[in-house]
Structure formats: C-alpha cells, structure tokens
C-alpha cells in the first residue's frame, strides 16, 4: 500500500522517538512528508534511528531531551524556531509503565512516571503553543492509554498518569482551539514493542494467553498501526477533529 503524503513541508516533534511506537512515529510522519525531530534519552537508539531514516533519503532529526525538564523543551523548541519559525505537529509519545500497586508503589516510583507521562505534556504546552500559534496547520497528539480510561488491576501511577493526560487533552482542546489548535489523545492497546516484553515478562507465565483472550481481534498491534491513526491526527484529514479520545486497542474497550 503507498503511504499518503499528507504532510509535506510541515515541521514535528515526536518526544520518546528512539524506539517502540515513537520510532515508528518517526517513521510514518517522515514518509508523508514532514520534517520530523524527533526526541529521547536513550541517544544510542536515537542517533542510529537516525542514520536509519537519512538512508531512506528522511528528513529526520534526532536530538537528546528530557521531557521532565523544562529547559530541555526550551532548548528543542528555539532550535525548532531559529531553523522554521513553527511547530505543525507534536506527538508527546514519551512515557513509561510500572504495575505496581499502590502497596508496592513508592514515593520516587509515582513521581517517575507523574513527571514523565504526566508533567512533560503540561512542560510541552508552556514551552510550544507559540510555536504551534504560528502555524496554520497546528496538531497535538498525546499518547493516553486504554488505561486512561478505565481501570486496571494494578498500575496505580500509570493509570493516574494516563488519566490525566486524557482530561489534560479535552482542557487543551479547548483552550486553544478557538486558534487553531488541535489537541487529540490516542489511547493505545497492547502493543509488540519492547516495553510490552516487559510487562509480559513481570506478569508471569500465561500473562500474554490471558490478554490476548480479552481482545476481539485477537493479536497485538504493530507500532505502524498506531503511526497510521496519529499520522492521520496531524492532517488535514482531521481538521475538524479536536478533543477526541481516538482508541487503538483491537476491541478491547468495547465491551466495557
């Protein structure tokens, strides 16, 4: 199937990009056109995604950034201007997961995941939106969850995390849309990257049996599943789409 090209010229930023679904982002957002920066800890994965992409003639950009540090917003974004003069699109993808109650929880292990999933989209606001005024195209998207909108056995922070981020979208929404911003939340399933592996792996023997029999379709999504649906959020496609909880999960939600 050819990838559309719905996004030439237009200039994003995809925080969490070195991997997983940010790298994919990356990816899809590139191929329609658009000139991705695209930002994460992990320089390693960063700096060869990189290489990656510029050998498929991309125009990629990777840069190190913390998206609990609001100097580090400050820094990308006055590169983003100096170089363009605009923000089209932002993808706050970065995030992280724990399963921990709220009895295994502790002090530090909340406020990792608050400051990463949670803080960095209220840092990305305060440090974009006058970059994102100056475009005439201007599209948010921020990674919720499933567990952003209903519960789960466990995962105190994250679902507090993610639930945020879901009320956060709707009051950005409306907030700024009356200037053209867009602001729309994605709310991922279950995802094959590496961090499911993971969440496998703590969950113990028959976890993935267990998820998968609750899932209509069947199987796991790819990452480029995801990349398609936020691909399409930053377009034009869905210009008169703001405030939306936008669900990826193969069914998973629809019987609840």
């Keep these: 199937m050819t990838t559309p090209r719905r996004l030439v010229g237009r200039i994003a930023l995809v925080t969490g990009g070195s991997n997983g679904q940010g790298a994919a982002h990356t990816r899809r957002l590139a191929q329609e056109g658009a000139i991705v920066y695209f930002s994460d800890i992990?320089?390693?994965?960063?700096?060869?995604l990189e290489a990656?992409?510029?050998?498929?003639?991309?125009?990629?950009?990777?840069?190190?950034?913390?998206?609990?540090?609001?100097?580090?917003?400050?820094?990308?974004?006055?590169?983003?201007?100096?170089?363009?003069?605009?923000?089209?699109?932002?993808?706050?993808?970065?995030?992280?997961?724990?399963?921990?109650?709220?009895?295994?929880?502790?002090?530090?292990?909340?406020q990792r995941i608050v400051d990463i999933n949670q803080k960095s989209i209220f840092?990305?606001?305060?440090?974009?939106?006058p970059l994102l005024r100056k475009s005439k195209s201007?599209?948010?998207i921020n990674t919720s969850s499933i567990f952003g909108l209903v519960g789960a056995d466990g995962y105190i922070a994250y679902v507090a995390s993610k639930g945020a981020v879901t009320l956060m979208t709707k009051s950005t929404a409306i907030t700024?849309?009356?200037?053209?911003?867009?602001?729309?939340?994605?709310?991922?399933?279950y995802i094959a990257t590496p961090m499911l592996e993971e969440e496998l792996a703590d969950l113990g023997?028959?976890?993935?049996?267990?998820?998968l029999a609750t899932i209509p379709l069947g199987r796991f999504s790819s990452a480029e599943e995801i990349s398609g649906a936020v691909a399409f959020l930053a377009s034009d496609d869905a210009?008169?789409?703001?405030?939306?909880?936008?669900?990826?999960?193969?069914?998973?939600?629809a019987g609840r």
């Design 239 to 253: 210009s008169y789409i703001t405030g939306a909880e936008l669900l990826i999960d193969g069914g998973h939600l």
């Design 205 to 211: 023997d028959g976890a993935e049996e267990r998820i």
């Design 42 to 48: 992990d320089t390693s994965a960063g700096a060869a």
């Design 123 to 129: 840092l990305s606001f305060k440090a974009a939106v």
């Design 176 to 189: 700024y849309g009356r200037e053209g911003i867009r602001v729309n939340s994605i709310h991922p399933g």
């Design 52 to 110: 990656t992409l510029r050998a498929e003639n991309l125009d990629v950009h990777f840069r190190k950034h913390d998206v609990s540090d609001f100097q580090a917003w400050q820094d990308i974004l006055a590169e983003i201007d100096t170089e363009h003069g605009r923000l089209d699109i932002l993808v706050n993808n970065a995030g992280i997961a724990d399963i921990y109650t709220a009895e295994d929880a502790t002090e530090e292990s909340w």
């Design 138 to 140: 201007a599209s948010v």
